[in-house]
């Protein structure tokens, strides 16, 4: 994985940490330039004084076919374990503070952002961009409908148990972690359904969530005002809950 450390790092101090999940899931974060316009602007992140860990886990490209092929039937396990250890790391090495821990992730790194907040409540805040929440109704909204049944052994209807144990919104009952959804209105590869059905069941849960839906916007936002408004409003997202003044701990 990658690290960014914040604008003005000094050493011995702790910095809240932003965990980015990549998507894919056979994305992989790699060494280049993190200056230009993107979804998360890293760049940014740092000026605002946020260090930011980028893990490539199992499942990425570039580490050969057996780490790539290492999360079939196993999202949200093996991977989630991987990042973690990534965060755990970054604590160990006295950069990152662990109670001002916050994650976000787009299409696949959105899917493991919702599925890690059901699992673990060491993050303070989570934004999840365009993720799949609902992996039996994702089958039959999604433009890529074999997409699923390749990775998990078949289709929905012979493997139920394992999609809903795969998916955030049969997991959800236990979330407390404030959670922002953001999602394009024209996306067909992750429709917005997947946001809603999480967002509306994050609010009947009592726990804070917001969700922001984009116009025009198919997978990935392409318009300038939309990206920079996305990390305007995730910046804005984690200051809020980890009520940060100044960004070192």
């Given at each position: ?29 790699t ?10 602007p890293?760049?940014?992140?740092a ?5 930011i ?7 990425s ?17 093996g ?17 990152a ?16 952002t ?37 990775y ?32 394009g ?28 839906v984009?116009?025009?916007t ?17 910046i ?14």
């Open positions: 994985g990658l690290l960014t450390y914040p604008a003005n790092y000094v050493k011995g101090v702790r910095y809240p940490l932003i965990l980015n999940i990549h998507g894919g899931p056979a994305g992989v974060f060494q280049s330039y993190t200056g230009a316009g993107s979804i998360y890293l760049q940014a992140f000026q605002q004084g946020y260090a860990l980028r893990p490539n886990p199992r499942g490209s570039g580490y050969g076919a057996e780490f790539r092929r290492a999360n079939i039937n196993d999202w949200g396990f991977d989630y374990e991987d990042d973690q250890k990534g965060v755990d790391k970054v604590i160990e090495m006295g950069i503070h662990p109670d001002s821990l916050v994650i976000c992730g787009w299409s696949y790194g959105g899917y493991m919702s599925f890690t907040v059901t699992k673990s409540k060491r993050f303070k805040a989570a934004s999840v961009g365009a993720g799949v929440t609902n992996l039996i109704s994702f089958t039959g909204t999604s433009d890529i409908l074999s997409f699923l049944p390749s998990f052994g078949g289709e929905f209807w012979n493997r139920t148990e394992t999609f809903m144990k795969h998916s955030a919104m049969f997991n959800i009952k236990s979330v407390t972690t404030p959670t922002q959804v953001i999602h209105l024209s996306d067909v590869r992750v429709p917005p359904s997947q946001g809603y059905e999480f967002y509306h069941a994050l609010r009947r849960l009592g726990c804070p969530a917001e969700m922001v984009y116009p025009r198919p997978h990935g936002p392409q318009e300038p005002k939309f990206i920079q408004d996305i990390g305007e409003r995730l804005a997202w984690f200051n809020k809950h980890l009520k940060r003044g100044n960004a070192a701990r």
